[in-house]
């Protein structure tokens, strides 16, 4: 979640008792915090997309990141109003946008319930996997001597996965190399989801995304769609993530850790003065 003040939200995370097992014996009960998770319904215009289990904060830049990551609209500026509505079996995003954008959106509707977030679960056919989107430009650069001062802002910003252990965050680095926003979440494409709503609410521009998870095709096809350029992760990244960068031409790193980075694609990007 974006935090200007470091604060956690509330809905984020609940507290449970527990019995801990350690070194041998089971010790007293005691508390521990769960992260949040729980089904959120996308519809548009009173019509049922999808489902997607996700930590329900930041919901309105999640609408908006995912409504331009699926391709339904292209633009901000298609959405209308966005109203989330909560009850007993979860939420409710319902999102109002334009007419023009509403046949794309039922050739596009799904049927199937995604699994914590994942980035294409519910897609009806595989043509539907691949799709068809421009290059993005090149004129981002990113100094490969701030990524250890990045990987140290994120760590200290992942206020959930401090608390929980459970959580993905994706990052959005300045030029420089600052944290200027961080959202976490229990499935890693809603992470980064909610970072390109934010992103394109801010219109932000020449900066790079810093991922906690592994690279895979659909997050590089999501910030390819965003006409994003660099994209940090810092697990490993896939065959499909890195054939995908290539064409997009999106400079892809992964096993980005404090001294290191493997560099996939487009390395003129990832300057070191």
């Not at 097992?21 to 915090?33: I, L, P």
């Not at 989330?84 to 079996?89: C, G, P, T």
């Not at 959106?105 to 691949?130: F, H, Y």
């Not at 997050?219 to 896939?238: F, H, N, P, W, Y």
Request: hydrophobic share 40%; with cysteine; glycine share 6%.
């Amino acid at each position: 979640m974006y935090r200007a003040d470091g604060n956690l939200n509330i809905d984020s995370a609940s507290r449970k008792t527990i019995i801990r097992y350690k070194q041998g014996a089971f010790q007293e009960s005691t508390e521990d915090m769960v992260v949040q998770e729980v089904p959120v319904a996308l519809e548009y215009n009173g019509i049922a997309y999808t489902v997607m289990m996700c930590t329900p904060v930041d919901l309105e830049f999640f609408a908006v990141g995912f409504s331009v990551t699926e391709g339904i609209i292209d633009h901000d500026r298609d959405i209308h109003n966005i109203e989330i509505q909560k009850d007993a079996e979860g939420m409710t995003l319902s999102v109002e946008i334009a007419n023009r954008c509403m046949s794309r959106l039922k050739e596009k509707r799904r049927s199937l319930m995604g699994v914590t977030g994942c980035g294409i679960c519910g897609a009806e056919q595989l043509n539907g996997v691949r799709r068809c989107i421009a290059p993005v430009s090149d004129a981002s650069r990113f100094n490969i001597e701030k990524l250890d001062s990045a990987l140290l802002q994120l760590n200290q910003k992942q206020t959930l996965n401090q608390l929980t252990g459970a959580s993905h965050a994706a990052a959005y680095l300045d030029p420089d190399g600052n944290i200027q926003a961080v959202f976490e979440d229990v499935g890693r494409h809603i992470a980064l989801d909610k970072l390109i709503g934010w992103i394109i609410r801010h219109h932000c521009e020449h900066g790079a995304v810093l991922v906690t998870s592994r690279a895979s095709f659909e997050m590089v096809q999501k910030v390819a769609v965003c006409g994003l350029e660099i994209l940090l992760a810092v697990s490993a990244a896939t065959h499909m993530a890195v054939e995908l960068a290539e064409r997009m031409n999106i400079t892809l790193c992964g096993y980005c850790r404090p001294g290191k980075a493997n560099i996939y694609t487009h390395e003129r990007r990832i300057v070191d003065n």
